[in-house]
């Protein structure tokens, strides 16, 4: 097994990259830290990247990439990874700040890169739109949700926070709640991107520029169960759906295996569990408007 630490960017195909490109810079308040002919490479205001796009046919999430322990040593993460059946490749300046990566594919057909070093990118520039803090999980709808969730946990040291039902999975690889999730779908296809926010006047704010902006609001602002982060949706310019959130459940310390205490835990303590669909959903706020659905072929959430 191989223990990831930390969410690092998703690599986007986009039909049009200077849309998307405008999208992220004045709308989410990402840096374009780098450009190359088909390329882009968007941070965070912390300068951590976080978005990567490729100039492609259609709008789809094609990598992810995940940190992992500076410890770690490639040629052992590539003997663990043919120890499970899969191949991989180690690569060298694919992307900017990161100077190695070790590639592989996971068991829905995303490519996987695994980095131990990085580097700031864009930092400390005046950045317009939302301002997210990073880049916080990323959902994917999938037939085989069952058989993807378990390749995470076995293959990349995921653990279970949740269950909704039996048909969403939210994972977590460090303190945050979730950084992956999956849920049961018809065909393999990006479900929604997540970034966090620094509290509720800053999802407020967001709230206040997407009025500007002339961006709708899908669904929120609500309270989540299942993570209980507080949440605004929209779509960007692919017509992917965006979350912006605040006040995800963390957990401290694994081995104690609960989320820190907040006052609208409804379990004292708030232990990984598997929810209703219902209390899962929301603990407050309207309930997601039909333009959220569009386009789904999973089960409502």
């Not at 969410?7 to 986007?12: V, W």
């Not at 500076?70 to 100077?99: H, V, W």
């Not at 995470?152 to 969403?168: A, K, P, Q, T």
């Not at 999730?181 to 709230?207: M, P, V, W, Y």
Request: proline letters at 6%; glycine letters at 8%; a neutral charge.
């Amino acid at each position: 097994m191989i223990q990831v630490r930390r969410l690092g960017h998703a690599t986007f195909e986009t039909p049009d990259v200077e849309k998307q490109i405008d999208y992220y810079t004045q709308v989410l308040g990402l840096v374009l830290a780098a450009r190359e002919k088909d390329r882009a490479f968007l941070a965070t205001k912390t300068g951590q990247l976080a978005i990567t796009l490729q100039r492609g046919e259609a709008a789809r999430c094609t990598k992810l990439a995940f940190e992992v322990s500076p410890k770690e040593n490639f040629a052992d993460m590539a003997k663990r990874l043919a120890g499970e059946g899969i191949r991989s490749e180690s690569k060298s300046d694919a992307i900017p700040g990161t100077p190695k990566v070790l590639a592989f594919e996971d068991n829905k057909g995303t490519t996987i890169e695994l980095f131990t070093e990085w580097g700031f990118l864009g930092r400390d520039q005046a950045i317009m739109g939302v301002g997210p803090l990073k880049f916080g999980h990323i959902a994917f709808a999938c037939p085989n949700q069952k058989e993807v969730t378990d390749f995470y946990c076995r293959v990349l040291g995921f653990r279970v926070s949740d269950w909704i039902e039996d048909f969403f999975s939210f994972l977590r690889c460090g303190p945050d709640h979730h950084t992956v999730n999956f849920i049961r779908g018809n065909s393999t296809k990006l479900h929604h991107i997540a970034f966090e926010l620094k509290d509720f006047a800053h999802l407020q704010s967001a709230c206040e520029w997407f009025g500007r902006k002339n961006v709708t609001i899908i669904w929120g602002p609500g309270r989540h169960g299942a993570g209980h982060n507080i949440f605004i949706y929209h779509r960007n310019a692919d017509d992917q759906i965006v979350e912006c959130y605040t006040e995800l459940d963390t957990m401290s310390d694994e081995e104690l295996g609960y989320f820190d205490p907040k006052p609208w835990h409804v379990d004292q303590p708030q232990r990984p569990k598997v929810w209703d669909r219902k209390a899962a959903t929301l603990v407050w706020g309207p309930p997601p408007t039909p333009d959220y659905f569009r386009g789904r072929d999973a089960p409502s959430f």
